[in-house]
């Protein structure tokens, strides 16, 4: 007999056989009567099995099945008033496919109150949760999202280098790797490579892994994390503000529209966001009226970041013209000391930083040096823009973030399967 999924079981198998596989969510061991909650990746439902209607030796043994066993069983669909689908499986056939130890390292039930440092130890049983699959089915949503808005937009899909040989923005964020007789570097961002493809390329995007060695230990950072890049020839930093808006925006509309489930499943109702400009110094007058402690020249702290939020909900904030002092030595510099480089708000957290980027061979030199890095390390970068390289300008999203800012999670490492974090690098 072929596999149904429990979600797709409908009104047209009433009365009809079905097989179904999945694991046991809940046994309760009745004496005339066993009920088994069984999920699969599609849905959840109650099999029972009354004393009398199948073998004793069947029926005894499905009241002591252990919890999270994987099961296989074929059974008659009846409705069913009592039961939370308007229907069950009432049990004739079931094989243990494969036994769950007993007792459970973690509580597996959707309101699970094992704290979230022993869920991740467990985390393989922590996705039989169907709230935590909820979060990584949206996030398969997302990240395909952002790729099909691109490559319908013409944009190609560029496989970046992962080891490198210098810093983006100084030695000190990098985790070293032994590379031969050299020290290389994890790359903590694509930038220097997603550059030297749009100035020939010209609009391109990349999902990839980056690996960052700050060693605070904060709810909105990890270690390694996944960014979503763009980056676009003959544009300015306006230019992809506007387009990082409609991806955004695409994105949102496809949660929507292929993720009802999970969204209800957590409880959440998404709008599609509006938009937001300010500038650097617009925001921090902004948030200085609004009882922020800050001063020009600071970095948004996250409760201006909230602020923000609280400001102007369901918004992407946009802040642009940025200082040169808080922006790296690859943002366009302005002559006013504004810069081409903006940060995007969304759900009180940054999810994107961006800007224009330096195309000129003599300012990035300059850049550098600012920066107190030496323009030498960089020689086969700043040599890429001698041969006629446009202006441009790109993005990146960092997907955890994102997911975290979207589902308005309390931790990054919830939006993350294997969060990598200053204590954790198992599982
Ligand atoms: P933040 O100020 O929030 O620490 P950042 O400005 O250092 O971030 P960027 O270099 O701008 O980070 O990285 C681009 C995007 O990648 C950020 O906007 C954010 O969405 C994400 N990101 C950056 N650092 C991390 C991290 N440590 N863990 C997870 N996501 C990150
Ligand atoms: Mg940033």
């Known amino acids: 007999m072929n596999r149904t999924y429990i979600g797709n079981i409908a009104k047209k198998h009433f009365g009809k056989q079905v097989m179904v596989e999945g694991w046991v969510a809940d046994v309760r061991d009745l004496a005339k009567i066993k009920f088994l909650l069984v999920r699969d990746i599609s849905g959840q439902l109650q099999a029972v099995a009354l004393k009398g209607m199948i073998e004793d030796s069947l029926f005894r043994k499905i009241g002591r099945i252990h919890p999270e066993s994987a099961v296989k069983i074929e059974g008659k669909v009846n409705k069913s008033k009592q039961a939370r689908q308007g229907f069950e499986l009432q049990i004739q056939k079931l094989d243990v496919l494969a036994d769950s130890k007993t007792p459970l390292p973690i509580d597996t039930s959707p309101k699970s109150k094992t704290l979230i440092d022993r869920r991740l130890d467990y985390r393989f049983l922590d996705l039989r949760r169907s709230n935590i699959q909820a979060i990584f089915k949206i996030q398969s949503t997302v990240v395909n999202a952002f790729r099909q808005f691109f490559m319908s937009n013409d944009y190609i899909e560029i496989q970046p280098p992962s080891i490198i040989a210098t810093a983006t923005e100084g030695g000190t964020e990098l985790f070293p790797v032994k590379y031969f007789e050299k020290t290389a570097y994890l ?241």
């Open 187 to 427: 790359a903590q961002s694509p930038q220097l490579y997603k550059q030297m493809c749009a100035i020939s390329l010209e609009k391109v995007f990349t999902v990839t892994p980056v690996w960052r060695a700050e060693k605070h230990n904060t709810p909105r950072h990890l270690n390694e994390s996944r960014q979503m890049d763009i980056e676009v020839a003959f544009a300015d930093e306006f230019y992809v503000m506007k387009v990082l808006e409609e991806a955004v925006k695409y994105i949102v509309e496809e949660v929507n529209r292929q993720n009802k489930k999970e969204l209800d499943i957590l409880d959440l109702k998404l709008k599609v966001p509006k938009s937001k400009y300010f500038s650097y110094k617009e925001a921090i007058s902004l948030l200085k009226k609004n009882k922020i402690p800050i001063e020009n020249g600071d970095d948004l702290p996250p409760e201006g970041e909230k602020k923000l939020e609280e400001l102007y909900p369901n918004t992407i904030v946009f802040v642009h013209s940025w200082p040169v002092k808080l922006k790296p030595f690859y943002i366009w510099p302005k002559k006013d000391n504004t810069t081409g480089g903006f940060d995007a708000i969304y759900g009180g957290i940054e999810i994107s930083s961006g800007g224009q980027r330096v195309h000129l061979p003599e300012i990035l030199e300059k850049q550098l040096k600012l920066k107190g890095l030496k323009p030498k390390d960089f020689e086969y970068y700043i040599d890429s823009f001698r041969f006629g390289a446009p202006f441009h300008s790109g993005w990146s999203i960092g997907l955890e973030r994102f997911t975290m800012a979207l589902l308005k999670l309390g931790n990054i490492r919830e939006a993350c399967l294997f969060p990598r974090d200053r204590i954790r690098l198992t599982p």
